[in-house]
Nanobody, 125 residues
Framework: QVQLVESGGGLVQAGTSLRLSCAAS????????MGWFRQAPGKQREWVAA????????YYTDSVKGRFTISRDNTKNTMYLQMNSLKPEDTAVYYC??????????????????WGQGTQVTVSS
């Protein structure tokens, strides 16, 4: 099973930026789509963004469109989430995810085979 390690979270003010990273333990990750989820206190984990295995197709939940950018570098087995114009409602633990199938995108929690440990993002107003 692939190991995923997120980094880059922190405490920032509204309107600023952060970049999250997700490092995978195996090179075979390049054959899978990947994605980001987040979970705010007292809420269910929600899908944020997904990217195809080659990085040429990206998808976002409506609340982050135009502000967040997902990308990946398969030479480094790493995925990124650039978050701009952060809002207090973006406060959550952010998780990277790999789907159960190379044919699927990780857009529901049920579709995910592997999770990272999460990284906390806190946006103050």
């Amino acid at each position: 099973q692939v190991q995923l390690v997120e980094s880059g979270g922190g405490l920032v003010q509204a309107g600023t930026s952060l970049r999250l990273s997700c490092a995978a333990s195996v090179r075979a990750i390049s054959t899978y789509a990947m994605g980001w989820f987040r979970q705010a206190p007292g809420k269910q984990r929600e899908w944020v963004a997904a990217i195809s295995s080659g990085g040429d197709r990206t998808y976002y939940t409506d609340s982050v469109k135009g502000r967040f950018t997902i990308s990946r570098d398969n030479t480094k087995n790493t995925m990124y989430l650039q978050m701009n114009s952060l809002k207090p409602e973006d406060t959550a633990v952010y998780y990277c995810a790999v789907p159960r199938s190379t044919l699927a995108y990780p857009t529901t929690t049920e579709s995910v085979a592997s999770w990272g440990q999460g990284t906390q993002v806190t946006v103050s107003s």
